[in-house]
């Protein structure tokens, strides 16, 4: 993970919507981990038990405040480049990428993923049940 981008702090409501441990991914309990307490430039994580949260912690301080992905996570970005250069293909948009990196096509893959993700989260927040018909 050699291409480490610079730390941007969560917005309150970004803060919020993530209730996911950024270790095992069950509901984040109130744990959390900045970096060296550097608030507002390291990234925030959350965690469900004490347990994670100094794990987490540690993994933060051996990355240099950052979690890596998983190797399941990287391979599923690895994996949609190619449906990702299909649809600049379609939409006549490839020739602005042509010259870019894999770790720069890895990471506008990666924000719209986590930018999925989050709006997921907040939508499931609003919803007062799980209303949806069972499917069977």
């Known amino acids: 993970m050699g291409d480490r981008r610079p730390a941007r702090p969560l917005s309150h409501a970004e803060w919020s ?4 441990c950024a270790l095992c991914g069950r509901e984040a309990r109130g744990f959390g981990y900045i970096h060296k ?6 990234p925030l994580y959350r965690f469900c038990s ?3 949260c100094e794990a987490g912690g540690a993994l933060a301080e051996r990355g240099g405040g950052v979690i890596d992905k ?3 996570e990287t391979q599923a970005i690895k994996d949609a480049r190619r449906p990702f250069a299909e649809v600049l293909q379609e939409l006549d948009l490839l020739a602005p990428f042509a010259e870019r990196s894999a770790a720069e096509i890895d ?5 719209c993923v986590d930018g999925f993700q989050a709006s997921m989260q907040r939508q499931a927040e609003k919803r007062p049940t799980l209303d949806d018909d069972i499917p069977f």
């Open 50 to 52: 004490m347990a994670c």
């Open 37 to 42: 307490l550097h608030i507002g430039d390291a």
């Open 107 to 111: 990471r506008i893959i990666e924000a």
């Open 70 to 72: 998983t190797a399941m």
């Open 17 to 20: 919507a993530r209730r996911l």
